[in-house]
């Protein structure tokens, strides 16, 4: 071993803790980046921006910055570099969520994806800033089979629609509407509490045939020759949006149970219900209804 640098996990050095045995003039340190000693700024070069680990800041303005508007433009992996790397000062790798569903960090690049939403916040080293703290989306917990129905049935809409068809299965879920024959139509949905239940038992055709949008959403966001589909990967997004919006009680559907798309027929009971008109949703494209109110 020529030479050894300990750093806080900004890339600060700590004083007493380097050695150096010969004197190999390598300058490659903190990630693998180059210590610029010029002027004594101690700055590292990673090729978009230059860094300063004493700050834990960027010396200039990210170029992505409009992806992250919940974020300081000059933040250095969204202040949490035990978690997070950032290769060359434009991105943060995988899909991060803050708690009200807004996109925060996103990468493009060949490895499988990953999404990932914020469950709480810890303090930073100085605890003068709070960290983000986040938990990965599994796809196959409660959550995630609503993200995964989403994006089956509302895959070609706008983000209104999908929030609209999350709040359908979260209003299933929390439902205790006793059944009407004089109304003529019959409510299911008291024996379901989970997304899941109210997503596997309740109706679902893309999740009854396990169409591949339902079963292997991640699968859905690459071509055959390995290119990622962005319209397909901006779906995906919006459908992790509007469930973790709707997890968090919006409601932009105003109690709605049910939805049609054109291609499926409302049935005749549904006149016993209310059609809920929905402010930026393609009534051509859906249809919703719920309870009458007494």
Known sequence: MLASAQADPFGLRMSGENTLVASPGNEYLYNGKELQTELGLGWYDYGARM?????????????????????????????????????????????????????????????????????????????????????????DSDLGHMVRTVYAEAQGENLTSKQSVAEVIRNRANDDTPNSK???????????????????????????????????????????????????????????????RADKGSNISDGSVYFFSPYIPAPNWTKSLEEVNIKGVDSEAFRFFKFPQK
């Not at 250095?76 to 807004?102: E, M, Q, S, T």
């Open 51 to 139: 860094y300063a680990p004493d700050e834990g800041r960027w010396k200039g303005v990210d170029a992505l910055a409009e992806k992250y508007v919940g974020w300081s433009p000059y933040n250095y992996v969204i202040n949490n570099p035990l978690v997070f790397i950032d290769p060359d000062g434009r991105n943060i790798d995988n899909f991060y969520f803050n708690a009200d569903g807004d996109l925060v960090a996103r990468v493009k690049n060949d490895k499988p994806d990953k999404f990932f939403i914020q469950k709480g916040e810890d303090c930073d080293v100085e605890c003068d800033e709070s960290v983000p703290l986040f938990d990965e989306l599994n796809f």
């Open 182 to 244: 004089e109304l003529g139509w019959t409510a299911t949905f008291s024996d379901e509490s989970t997304y899941t239940e109210v997503v596997t038992k309740t109706g679902f055709q893309t999740v009854n045939n396990n169409v591949d949008s339902y079963s292997n959403p991640l699968g859905q966001l690459i071509d055959d020759k390995g290119k990622r589909i962005e319209s397909e990967t901006t779906s995906l997004v919006e459908s992790v949006t509007a469930s973790i």
